[in-house]
T-cell receptor, first 114, second 115 residues
Framework: GDSVTQMEGPVTLSEEAFLTINCTYT??????LFWYVQYPGEGLQLLLK?????DKGSNKGFEATYRKETTSFHLEKGSVQVSDSAVYFC?????????????FGKGTKLSVIP | GAGVSQSPSNKVTEKGKDVELRCDPI?????LYWYRQSLGQGLEFLIY????????KSGLPSDRFSAERTGGSVSTLTIQRTQQEDSAVYLC?????????????FGPGTRLTVT
């Protein structure tokens, strides 16, 4: 079945460091791909998404590119801030009729230290 | 506007008791989803409602779990005869429509602890 695999955490970085969180997926078709973020004490929020191959989602300095050839959607940010400390979830949602269920990765906890 | 709200925010119950968790979706959103977030299993889909259509219950882990959505708005997730493995954060989400074009907005969750 459909699945999402993302790098295990926790990840600890110094402020202004470069961030990459790897995410790969398995799916029968061409799903839409998402990154959600969960800040401490808050609910899940959509960070960015991409709905077709080669699309780049971006928001708040974060980017991820939908790579069909490698079935990947890696999250990157050039310079992290303390306020980026959160748990990040990669997710997919099938396209087409009847496609509504999000399948999530296990989450990667990021801690950014000053 | 108001986001998705859930109540209670925390619930502690004894093993074997029944619990009800409530979700108020964003007004006008026709699609409503329940997910469960637990340490061992991560985030799992439980059930989905779309308008007046029959719900998709394929993610419910056992027949102790049920959910309803009244008037196409508020939803209640009921867990009967709770077990310790039911301890988790239960998340509700809503979206304007069911396909991936429309973002799923999540509520803050209900943390359920079964003692």
């Amino acid at each position: 079945g459909d699945s999402v695999t993302q790098m295990e955490g926790p990840v600890t970085l110094s402020e202004e460091a470069f961030l990459t969180i790897n995410c790969t997926y398995t799916a029968t078709g061409y799903p839409s791909l998402f990154w959600y973020v969960q800040y401490p004490g808050e609910g899940l929020q959509l960070l960015l998404k991409a709905t077709k191959a080669d699309d780049k989602g971006s928001n708040k300095g974060f980017e991820a590119t939908y790579r069909k050839e490698t079935t990947s959607f890696h999250l990157e940010k050039g310079s992290v801030q303390v306020s980026d400390s959160a748990v990040y979830f990669c997710a997919q949602q099938p396209s087409g009729a009847g496609s509504y269920q999000l399948t999530f990765g296990k989450g990667t906890k990021l801690s950014v230290i000053p | 506007g108001a986001g998705v709200s859930q109540s209670p925010s925390n619930k502690v119950t004894e093993k074997g008791k029944d619990v009800e968790l409530r979700c108020d979706p964003i007004s006008g959103h026709t699609a409503l989803y329940w997910y469960r977030q637990s340490l061992g299993q991560g985030l799992e889909f439980l059930i989905y409602f779309q308008g007046n259509s029959a719900p998709d219950k394929s993610g419910l882990p056992s027949d102790r779990f049920s959910a309803e959505r009244t008037g196409g708005s508020v939803s209640t997730l009921t867990i009967q005869r709770t077990q310790q493995e039911d301890s988790a954060v239960y998340l509700c989400a809503s979206s304007q429509r069911r396909d991936s074009t429309y973002e799923q907005y999540f509520g803050p969750g209900t943390r359920l602890t079964v003692t």
